[in-house]
């Protein structure tokens, strides 16, 4: 820790600069769970470093993603509960570049928040941390800002970055999606991290009791339901990768499936998806219900229990589904490609 840095003028107009260093002594020992053998600097730089290994790939692209959590984060503020958001951060950084068949190398987040509390901040990069690891990702730098009278006290924003790395000719595209091919789910586990402006106004979140039990969420309540971090799919995906030629992937986030899944069909192609096969989470079910919304709005906000889509020739079905339940997928099939021009139809 800096114990020569110190301004009493500066911590005078809301900004301990001590608490900052006090916040990464604490955070040292999460981000060292997650080093992976191409990490070359410490935290604390200017400036992340990781070499990359090329083993294995003659022409290597770098894929780059970055998003934040949303208003999610109110969920967290309310329930006082902030280690499982950095999950969340991290989850919609890896899903989407995972879309493209990048495998991720590093991450590094920002925190903005109106007071630096150290253990909140411990806590908010351990969720990081977490979700670095289920990615396979080193967390190698990050940003935290104090702002005082910009942020409330109690309150932060966070975002994140990851840049991942693929073999040109093992991108994922649809050039050779066709009619007959098959749409696999991955479930997802909640509302991951998307529509939560309308899920606070259909439940009236900073008003209502979101910490009692509720019977149709299986005895938990609204808050816990509603803060379940948003599932990982990079390793399940890979080991896919490894073995069967995948035509498309869609990772299922806001604008739920009339937004995402046309993202990685073809014109002239439309993924006919069943919604009677889709199962849908409770959690949804009484969003809809409390709401009043209509079916289509759902499939049009939210991820319904599809966290990712997954297209493959229909002769590679089996063994897709194979290899995704061996890696803790519990991948079911949802639909198939069909001639059209609408990209998404759910019958």
């Known amino acids: 820790m800096n114990n020569n840095s110190k301004s009493d003028a500066y911590a005078a107009a809301g900004v301990d600069i001590t ?18 053998p191409g990490v070359c600097s410490d935290i604390g730089g200017f400036g992340g470093m ?8 003659t022409r290597p692209i770098l894929v780059s993603g ?10 967290a503020f309310l329930m006082d509960k902030h280690d499982t958001v950095g999950i969340d951060c991290v989850a919609m950084c890896v899903n989407d570049i995972i879309c493209g068949g990048a495998k991720p190398l590093y991450f590094l987040d920002y925190i903005a928040c109106g007071k630096n509390v150290p253990e909140r901040m411990e806590a908010i990069v351990k969720g990081v941390c977490d979700g670095c690891i289920q990615s396979g990702a080193a967390l190698v730098g990050g940003e935290t800002a104090e702002m005082p009278g910009f942020y409330p ?12 790395v693929v073999d040109k000719d093992a991108i994922i595209d649809n050039n050779t999606m066709e009619a007959g091919d098959i749409v696999i789910a991955l479930p997802s586990s909640g509302v991951h991290s998307n ?14 009791d979101i910490k009692s039990p509720v019977e149709a969420l299986g005895g938990k309540s609204i808050g816990e339901t509603l803060l379940t971090p948003t ?3 990079v390793k399940p995906v890979l080991a896919l990768l490894e073995e069967v030629k995948v035509k498309g992937i869609s ?13 990685s069909i073809p014109d002239g192609l439309c993924a006919k998806i ?29 991820n319904m229990g599809v966290g990712m889509s997954i297209v493959v020739k229909k002769e590679d079905a089996d063994k897709a589904l194979e290899i995704l339940k061996a890696n803790g997928e519990d991948a079911y099939i949802i639909g198939e490609i069909i001639e059209g021009d609408s990209k998404v139809e759910l019958c």
């Open 50 to 57: 990781f070499e990359l290994d090329l083993t294995g790939i």
């Open 274 to 302: 069943q919604k009677d096969a889709v199962k849908v989470l409770p959690i949804f079910k009484l969003i809809a219900e409390v709401g009043g919304i209509t079916e289509r709005d759902m499939f049009n906000t939210f």
């Open 251 to 263: 990772h299922i986030t806001g604008g739920g499936f009339y937004e995402n899944i046309p993202r």
């Open 153 to 164: 006290e109690d309150e932060y924003d966070l975002a994140g970055y990851v840049t991942g």
């Open 231 to 233: 599932k990982i799919y």
């Open 19 to 36: 608490a900052g260093y006090r916040a990464v002594e604490l955070m040292k020992s999460h981000i060292a769970r997650t080093k992976t």
């Open 66 to 75: 970055t998003d934040g959590v949303g208003t999610k984060l109110k969920m």
């Open 195 to 208: 529509g939560f402006s309308l899920v606070r106004k259909v439940f009236d979140v900073e008003n209502a």
